[in-house]
């Protein structure tokens, strides 16, 4: 029933326009111009500005442009304009996070505490990773593991070691993925992040959604943590 509704939506629409348009002219302006007031302000979604401003300068910057442009000029002129501001920012991330670095013995030995191969996964946890820079237009890539929620184990742990990059998007999703997880009732932990994706989480409260015990260093850290969090789910259930 709920999906016929949905399905004669545009039809009522239609009908709605083409034959109660015309009582739209005796509707006084002040009354049409309260309700656009309450529309565009809830269009807003100022709840949001909050989290935009712990993020970094410049995607603050992009937003602030694209803010001023929708008010004093045109919402056409506002998208496009952003959307290029936006498309630059990704190049400069991207290019940003390219580097070139000596290997050394130092830089061997601090990278074994982050390598999978001489550690066992126990069988109630699964280890997934984001390769790359993780910005808009990647984003939905992670959809693959909510996908199959319903047969993920208790404890869910995200490399972000080859995450070379992130931004307000890419923080956004991992946002929302935490809060699904935890919904469902499993622990999440996040381990390796970069020194971008690690400013950008700190700045913006990440450790908020995950909590602060479950962002590790390495994925050495992370199974100890998942160990730990199976033990408290086993208690909470007892």
């Not at 999906?3 to 302006?29: D, E, G, M, Q």
């Not at 694209?66 to 991330?93: P, Q």
């Amino acid at each position: 029933m709920k999906l016929r509704f949905w399905f004669l939506l545009p039809a009522w629409l239609w009908l709605a326009a083409l034959f109660a348009a015309p009582l739209a002219s005796h509707v006084p302006l002040v009354v049409l111009a309260g309700i656009l007031m309450v529309v565009s302000y809830n269009m807003g979604e100022w709840a949001e500005t909050g989290k935009i401003l712990r993020l970094s300068k410049s995607d603050i910057s992009v937003w602030l442009a694209t803010f001023a442009l929708t008010v004093f000029a045109d919402l056409t002129v506002a998208v496009e304009f952003g959307m290029i501001l936006a498309a630059l920012l990704f190049i400069r991330k991207v290019t940003a996070t390219t580097t070139v670095s000596e290997v050394t013995d130092d830089y061997v030995e601090a990278g074994r505490a982050h390598i999978l191969q001489d550690k066992d996964i126990p069988d109630y946890a699964r280890v997934f990773r984001i390769h790359g820079p993780f910005l808009f237009g990647a984003t939905d890539k992670l959809d693959m593991v909510l996908e199959q929620l319903e047969d993920l184990p208790p404890v869910i742990i995200v490399r972000l070691r080859n995450m070379t990059a992130i931004d307000a998007t890419g923080l956004k999703v991992l946002e929302d993925l935490a809060d699904k997880l935890h919904n469902s009732g499993r622990a999440l932990i996040f381990c390796g992040a970069l020194p971008q994706p690690r400013r950008l989480m700190a700045q913006a409260g990440f450790k908020r959604h995950v909590g602060k015990e479950n962002i590790c260093a390495n994925i050495e850290a992370a199974l100890q943590r998942a160990a730990e969090c199976m033990r408290e789910m086993q208690v909470g259930a007892s």
